[in-house]
């Protein structure tokens, strides 16, 4: 059993000032793994003040200062992806394949950042003005659990691109991960209080950075809910806030597109990381002349998805993260078929001979209006649900007809086509024929997806306030 009790304050694992444990539990068998105290609100004040200190002379650095931590930060995060992808998979039931891909990613983010700052002029002048983009000082960065590792990297490296420095809050259920990344950051020898890491919850150690005055902005991905609670609650102390909230991303595949390629894309997409992805594409948009076509292929494609033991590469979907998760799911799959969708594969339950986990079936779901309540609500599983639509018209109004507006998908071959479709979806990213990614691309929503920008540039400029200088 292992036992976390330290926090990451200026540059030094010290002990927790916070005394309640809580136990991890692996979500395959249900069993305890790791006992970990968890901070109080003084542990969260004296990792912020560190971060104040240190911004003092962080918040002065050169580009070339900042570059080279990054490149730091890549180095002792690469060096440890296995070790980082087998936490995820332990702790919270992450597929190997999906966990390695997302610990790369953030190791690659600190790279992107690095090119991103290159890219991003920092003083700008005409005639007699000079508009210099200062950092605006000590961030909160707060990260949900299904992609922990990505998201420390991601944040940490737009923030220190932008000579800003960090508290950061990891998710309460990403805790054995957190502890390897901590390890990375020890290794890259920052300087001191740069980047300091609370071990707690979100209502406590969260809510501290939210409220604290000497915290300058929050950097929050998680729930549209506590989202909404972290601008609300920001507002006294006037924090910036970049929100990555949830979504119920639109997969509009057009009456021309390759369904043989399309469609267990489409299924990939839903059940990535067993679903428990914002930008996963839970609503499959399909032409309804070409409905019997779609079924059939699903009912084809399913067996490539197996449900089962997280640590199998062939593995597609794991058990969901905690009991409530499963229950949750169980809650909204019971919702489908009372509002009267169809089950064409999945259904209530634990899959067979997987009952001892959280484990769930992949669900998907046909004759799905999109007024149900599990085609607007953010499921965070791997259900699908299919909507059938008459026109062109008719699909981007189904794809607009939600509160989100993260992501979206459109297959189609007329790229023209897909184009125009693509120009009239609200969504903060759109990808076309495929799962797609570009570490220089924004990403965040539209709507309840959220409040600003992540990535790239954008994201640098996230932590940046612009000061004008007239003469
Ligand atoms: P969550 O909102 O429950 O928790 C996210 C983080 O916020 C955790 O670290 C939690 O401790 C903290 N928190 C909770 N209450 C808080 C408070 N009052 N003040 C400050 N912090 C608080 O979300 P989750 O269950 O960890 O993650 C799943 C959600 O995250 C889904 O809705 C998903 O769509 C969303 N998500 C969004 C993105 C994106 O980029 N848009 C990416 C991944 C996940």
């Given at each position: 059993?292992?036992?976390?009790?330290?926090?990451?304050?200026?540059?030094?694992?010290?002990?927790?000032?916070?005394?309640?444990?809580?136990?991890?539990?692996?979500?395959?068998?249900?069993?305890?793994?790791?006992?970990?105290?968890?901070?109080?609100?003084?542990?969260?004040?004296?990792?912020?003040?560190?971060?104040?200190?240190?911004?003092?002379?962080?918040?002065?650095?050169?580009?070339?200062?900042?570059?080279?931590?990054?490149?730091?930060?890549?180095?002792?995060?690469?060096?440890?992806?296995?070790?980082?992808?087998?936490?995820?998979?332990?702790?919270?039931?992450?597929?190997?394949?999906?966990?390695?891909?997302?610990?790369?990613?953030?190791?690659?983010?600190?790279?992107?950042?690095?090119?991103?700052?290159?890219?991003?002029?920092?003083?700008?002048?005409?005639?007699?003005?000079?508009?210099?983009?200062?950092?605006?000082?000590?961030?909160?960065?707060?990260?949900?659990?299904?992609?922990?590792?990505?998201?420390?990297?991601?944040?940490?490296?737009?923030?220190?691109?932008?000579?800003?420095?960090?508290?950061?809050?990891?998710?309460?259920?990403?805790?054995?991960?957190?502890?390897?990344?901590?390890?990375?950051?020890?290794?890259?020898?920052?300087?001191?209080?740069?980047?300091?890491?609370?071990?707690?919850?979100?209502?406590?150690?969260?809510?501290?950075?939210?409220?604290?005055?000497?915290?300058?902005?929050?950097?929050?991905?998680?729930?549209?809910?506590?989202?909404?609670?972290?601008?609300?609650?920001?507002?006294?102390?006037?924090?910036?806030?970049?929100?990555?909230?949830?979504?119920?991303?639109?997969n509009?595949?057009?009456?021309?597109?390759?369904f043989?390629?399309?469609i267990p894309t489409a299924l990939g997409s839903a059940f990535m990381?067993s679903g428990?992805?914002?930008?996963a594409g839970s609503r499959l948009?399909v032409?309804?002349?070409?409905l019997d076509e779609v079924k059939q292929t699903i009912v084809n494609v399913m067996p490539a998805f197996p449900v089962g033991?997280?640590?199998?590469?062939?593995t597609v979907v794991?058990?969901?993260?905690?009991?409530?998760?499963?229950?949750?799911v169980q809650?909204y799959i019971r919702?489908g078929i009372?509002?009267?969708a169809e089950v064409l594969v999945g259904g209530e339950g634990h899959p067979k001979?997987l009952?001892?986990?959280?484990f769930v079936k992949p669900t998907i779901f046909v004759n799905v209006?999109?007024?149900?309540?599990i085609?607007?609500?953010?499921i965070?599983g791997p259900v699908l649900c299919v909507i059938?639509?008459?026109?062109?018209?008719?699909?981007?109004?189904?794809?607009?007809?939600?509160?989100?507006?993260?992501?979206?998908?459109?297959?189609?071959?007329?790229?023209?086509?897909?184009?125009?479709?693509?120009?009239?979806?609200?969504?903060?990213?759109?990808?076309?024929?495929?799962?797609?990614?570009?570490?220089?691309?924004?990403?965040?929503?539209?709507?309840?997806?959220?409040?600003?920008?992540?990535?790239?540039?954008?994201?640098?400029?996230?932590?940046?306030?612009?000061?004008?200088?007239?003469?």
């Amino acid at each position: 059993m292992k036992t976390i009790t330290k926090h990451y304050i200026d540059g030094a694992f010290v002990e927790s000032h916070g005394h309640e444990v809580m136990d991890i539990i692996n979500p395959t068998n249900g069993k305890a793994i790791a006992h970990v105290t968890l901070a109080d609100e003084e542990d969260t004040r004296r990792a912020i003040a560190a971060a104040k200190r240190a911004f003092t002379s962080f918040g002065r650095s050169t580009k070339e200062e900042r570059a080279k931590i990054l490149n730091r930060l890549y180095e002792t995060v690469s060096a440890r992806v296995d070790d980082l992808t087998a936490a995820m998979v332990e702790e919270y039931g992450g597929p190997v394949q999906f966990a390695a891909y997302i610990v790369q990613a953030g190791a690659n983010a600190f790279l992107a950042a690095e090119k991103a700052l290159q890219e991003l002029p920092l003083t700008r002048s005409w005639e007699k003005t000079t508009v210099t983009l200062e950092p605006v000082g000590v961030a909160g960065l707060i990260t949900p659990w299904n992609a922990n590792a990505l998201f420390l990297c991601a944040k940490l490296a737009s923030a220190v691109a932008a000579g800003c420095t960090v508290v950061m809050k990891p998710s309460e259920l990403s805790f054995l991960q957190t502890q390897v990344w901590l390890e990375c950051l020890h290794e890259a020898r920052l300087p001191k209080g740069l980047c300091n890491v609370v071990i707690g919850r979100g209502d406590v150690v969260g809510a501290e950075l939210v409220r604290n005055p000497d915290v300058a902005k929050i950097s929050f991905t998680g729930s549209s809910a506590v989202g909404k609670t972290i601008m609300r609650d920001g507002a006294v102390t006037m924090k910036r806030v970049t929100l990555e909230l949830g979504g119920k991303s639109p997969n509009i595949l057009l009456d021309d597109a390759d369904f043989d390629n399309a469609i267990p894309t489409a299924l990939g997409s839903a059940f990535m990381n067993s679903g428990q992805v914002c930008a996963a594409g839970s609503r499959l948009l399909v032409p309804k002349n070409r409905l019997d076509e779609v079924k059939q292929t699903i009912v084809n494609v399913m067996p490539a998805f197996p449900v089962g033991d997280p640590a199998d590469p062939k593995t597609v979907v794991g058990p969901m993260a905690t009991q409530k998760q499963y229950e949750r799911v169980q809650s909204y799959i019971r919702k489908g078929i009372e509002e009267g969708a169809e089950v064409l594969v999945g259904g209530e339950g634990h899959p067979k001979d997987l009952e001892a986990g959280y484990f769930v079936k992949p669900t998907i779901f046909v004759n799905v209006n999109n007024d149900m309540t599990i085609a607007q609500e953010e499921i965070f599983g791997p259900v699908l649900c299919v909507i059938s639509y008459e026109t062109e018209e008719d699909a981007i109004r189904i794809a607009n007809d939600t509160d989100f507006g993260l992501h979206a998908y459109i297959s189609g071959t007329d790229l023209q086509r897909v184009r125009r479709v693509a120009s009239q979806i609200l969504a903060g990213r759109i990808a076309i024929n495929g799962m797609r990614d570009d570490q220089q691309a924004p990403f965040g929503g539209f709507k309840h997806s959220g409040v600003g920008r992540e990535f790239g540039t954008f994201g640098i400029e996230a932590f940046l306030e612009p000061k004008a200088i007239l003469e």
